[in-house]
Each structure stands twice: as C-alpha cells, then as structure tokens.
C-alpha cells in the first residue's frame, strides 16, 4: 500500500490551492454535512474552483450504504469521471464514507481528506481503513484505499464541541502509552481546551503511519492499535443506541484502556505504578462514571462475538510498559470481568 501525503498546515485554503495546482480534475465535489458545512466550509471556499456540493446529515447513524448510494446518484447526474476528484470535509464518518464512495464510483477516484475533528486527524487519517455500518456492524462493508493527500488544519477544532475534542484527545493518549513514554509525559501536561494542537498532532500522525507501514494489512504489529478498543469497542456497543446516555468513540475507549491497563498488570508486566499513573490520569481526564454491574457478562459477551474467540478467550493488545505494547494475549471471560469490576471499584461504586 502507498504511503499517502499528509500536510498539516495553518493556512489550509492555501493549502487546497497548492494541491488543485498541481492537478488537474474534470469535476470537484465536496461532500460534507450540515456541521461541516456551516463551520468548516467557509474557511475553505475561496479557494475551491467551481463544485458541487454534497450534504448529508451527520452522525454515525447515517454511515451506512443508503447514504453512499444517494452519493453516487449525485456523482452519477452530475456526469462525473474518473478524473474527478471528491473532497472530504468533515469528522472520520465523512472521511470513511466519502472515502468509500470515491474509491469504489467506476472503480475509483481521486479523493482528497480534510478531516476536521481531533479523532479524524490523529486516526482515521492514517491507514486507508474506509467503509460502512452495514446491518448493525460496525465498518463492515469497505476497502483499504489511500487519498491523494490529507490536509490537517487544527483550526477547525475551534468550532468541535468540546466533548468531539476530548473523545478525539484518548486516541493521542493511546499512541502515548503503546509506542512513546516521552509523548505520554508530553501528553500529561496537556490542556486540552487550549493546547497547541500542530506538535501533538504531528506526533500522533507518525506514530500512527510507522505502526500501519510496518504492516499494512493489520496482520500483526498494527493489532497494537488496538489497546484499548476490545473492550472500549464492546463498552461502546452496548451503550450506542442508549440515546443521552451513549459514550463518544474515545470516551469508550477510555473506559477500555482502563480496564486493558488492570490486564496488562496481571498479565504483561505493566508495574503497580505504571498502572496507577495512566489510570490516575485517564480518570482525570474522562471523569468516567461506573457501569452497572448487572451489564458485565453482556459487555463480556460482545468482546467475544466481536473477536476469533477460540475457546471463549480473545486475543487483546496489551503494554509491557508504558510505552511498549505486545499483541495477541489471550483473555478470557473471567479476566475480563474481573477488569469491569477493578474499573467500578477505581471510580467508585459497585
Ligand atoms: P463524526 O465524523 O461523526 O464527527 C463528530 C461530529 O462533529 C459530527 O456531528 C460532525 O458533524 C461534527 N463536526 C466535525 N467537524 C466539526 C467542526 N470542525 N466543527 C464543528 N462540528 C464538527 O465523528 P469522528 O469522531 O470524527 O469520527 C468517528 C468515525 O470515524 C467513526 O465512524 C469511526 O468508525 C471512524 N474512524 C475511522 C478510523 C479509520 O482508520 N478509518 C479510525 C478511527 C475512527
């Protein structure tokens, strides 16, 4: 797989010039949605040549394969080639989705990513992962494809609901804690509402791409990614149609690398005060609040529906220390219990 360009840039209308110089496309389509549109595009719209438009709602609801085909339809009416090219303003559902419809529209085309939330810049930028909900799975219908270039303005957070910038903030946090203790020192001495965003950005986005060159189609190393998210993913799961009460992406996660940090002391050698350091400061941060006990063996059991779960057990991507990650431990149920219960006991309740 090639490894795209990625530019972060504080002048990201100037940026998109450069880039359309360089090139030459028959048509330009835009998809956003009705945030995107109303707080991102004007920072962009001088410098597009004319385009078409293509709003759809927001929000992971709308990720699924209805949405690509009214995306297609309108590629389609509007006559565009090969040699268009779709530009994609907007937080990782845009960026999946767009992604997939451009890639798979008369066997692909240019798409160009302008993410514009925290989560979409430090994550789902890096790694060609595009696609689709598809029946209640998560990103279950897709293909690796790599846009022309990503262009990351960090400016665009300054309209992301601050929720938006803490969940994206818990992927930087991880990147920190699998593959770099200076960054996760770094890290700690962050404020989120008013860091300086280039450096750790920055910082994520290598880390990200070194990890996915070393293997580009997740057969081993990139698994270490995936600190966090087994039972982060699972924790999400179950409250995603919980309405009010539904956790962000990293706000799952947190919950996840919690209870995966309590695994890795019992089982990878993650020391007592590493463990107590990054669940201290993930506490701090995500103030999570404790998950009723009777929900466990429902959480337990979505981690192994999800997963290869020979045996009742699933792999997990656990830290040998903070900083250094191993994949493919293999976890089982009571374990896995046994971390939801040490979560409620650190947060206080059950
Ligand atoms: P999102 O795309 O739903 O954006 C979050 C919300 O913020 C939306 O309501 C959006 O309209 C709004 N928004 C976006 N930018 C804004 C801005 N600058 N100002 C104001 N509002 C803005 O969510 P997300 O957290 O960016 O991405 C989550 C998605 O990314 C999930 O579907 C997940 O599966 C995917 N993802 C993909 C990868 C990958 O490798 N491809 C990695 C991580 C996550």
């Known amino acids: 797989m090639e490894n795209h360009r990625t530019e972060i840039t504080n002048d990201i209308a100037q940026s998109i010039r450069n880039f359309l110089n360089g090139n030459n496309y028959s048509k330009i389509a835009v998809i956003c949605d009705e945030n995107t549109e ?86 789902a930028s890096v790694g060609g992962k595009l696609g689709v909900d598809f029946n209640g799975y998560k990103n279950h219908i897709g293909l690796f494809a790599e846009p022309q270039t990503v262009l990351i303005d960090p400016s665009f957070y300054s309209t992301l ?26 890290i700690k001495s962050v404020d989120v509402i008013s860091a300086k965003w280039s450096e750790l950005v920055a910082r994520s986005i290598e880390i990200k791409k070194e990890v996915v060159l070393a293997d580009p189609f997740e057969s081993g190393k ?7 998210h087994t039972l982060g993913h699972a924790v999400e799961s179950y409250f995603l149609d919980k309405g009010e009460d539904r ?26 005060d590493e463990l107590e350091e990054t669940v201290t400061y993930l506490i701090k941060i995500y103030h999570p609040v404790a998950i009723d006990k009777s929900l466990f ?34 976890i089982y149920a009571p374990d896995m219990l046994d971390s939801l219960f040490y979560f409620n006991k650190l947060v206080g309740s059950n």
């Open 38 to 123: 109303a707080h991102c595009l004007p920072k962009i719209l001088d410098a597009l040549p004319e385009h078409y438009l293509l709003r759809i709602d927001s929000g992971e609801e709308n990720k699924h394969l209805g949405t690509c085909e009214q995306l297609w339809m309108a590629l389609t009416e509007a006559g565009f080639d090969r040699k268009a090219l779709v530009i994609n303003l907007g937080g990782g559902v845009i960026g999946d989705m767009g992604g997939f419809v451009a890639s798979t529209y008369k066997r692909g085309m240019d798409f160009l990513n302008i993410p514009t939330t925290l989560l979409a810049q430090v994550d």
């Open 161 to 186: 609901p601050e929720r938006e910038l803490y969940s994206g903030f818990a992927e930087v946090i991880k990147h920190g804690l699998i593959y770099d203790h200076a960054y996760w020192d770094k």
């Open 222 to 228: 990139r698994k270490i990614l995936n600190f966090g």
């Open 247 to 272: 956790l962000l992406h990293g706000e799952a996660i947190a919950v996840g690398m919690i209870c995966e940090a309590y695994l890795s002391y019992k089982f990878t050698g993650l020391t007592t």
């Open 297 to 330: 063996d429902e959480i337990v059991g979505l981690t192994l529906q999800d997963k290869k779960n020979e045996g009742g057990r699933v792999q997990f991507s656990l830290l040998n220390a903070i900083g250094k990650c191993q994949v493919n431990i293999p």
